[in-house]
Nanobody, 114 residues
Framework: QVQLVESGGGLVQAGGSLRLSCAASGSIFSINAMGWYRQAPGKQRELVAAITSGGSTNYADSVKGRFTISRDNAKNTVYLQMNSLKPEDTAVYYC????????WGQGTQVTVSS
């Protein structure tokens, strides 16, 4: 079993920055992809950014150039640096980690005020 602990969400004004962290612990043998998803009220959960074990990254078009995903394999941790935040970035952000199956974090609220 793998546990994920997210941190770093909060309230920020438009144009501001936040950094999300997600630390994995438990029965970890090999982590493959790590990523961040978000879900706004009334909308489906969507991919924000993902990073493979080799460091290849993938971003949603809406966050390209503003968000950066990174990972520390020694700490089993994935980060999401979010800059130039917009009100439309407001959502609950979920961490997802894939080993032999996918695990989800509990979610952290990000609210961007205009």
């Amino acid at each position: 079993q793998v546990q994920l602990v997210e941190s770093g969400g909060g309230l920020v004004q438009a144009g501001g920055s936040l950094r999300l962290s997600c630390a994995a612990s438990g029965s970890i043998f090999s982590i493959n992809a790590m990523g961040w998803y978000r879900q706004a009220p009334g909308k489906q959960r969507e991919l924000v950014a993902a990073i493979t074990s080799g460091g290849s990254t993938n971003y949603a078009d809406s966050v390209k150039g503003r968000f950066t995903i990174s990972r520390d394999n020694a700490k089993n941790t994935v980060y999401l640096q979010m800059n130039s935040l917009k009100p439309e970035d407001t959502a609950v952000y979920y961490c997802r980690v894939t080993t032999i199956r996918a695990y989800w974090g509990q979610g952290t609220q990000v609210t961007v005020s205009s």
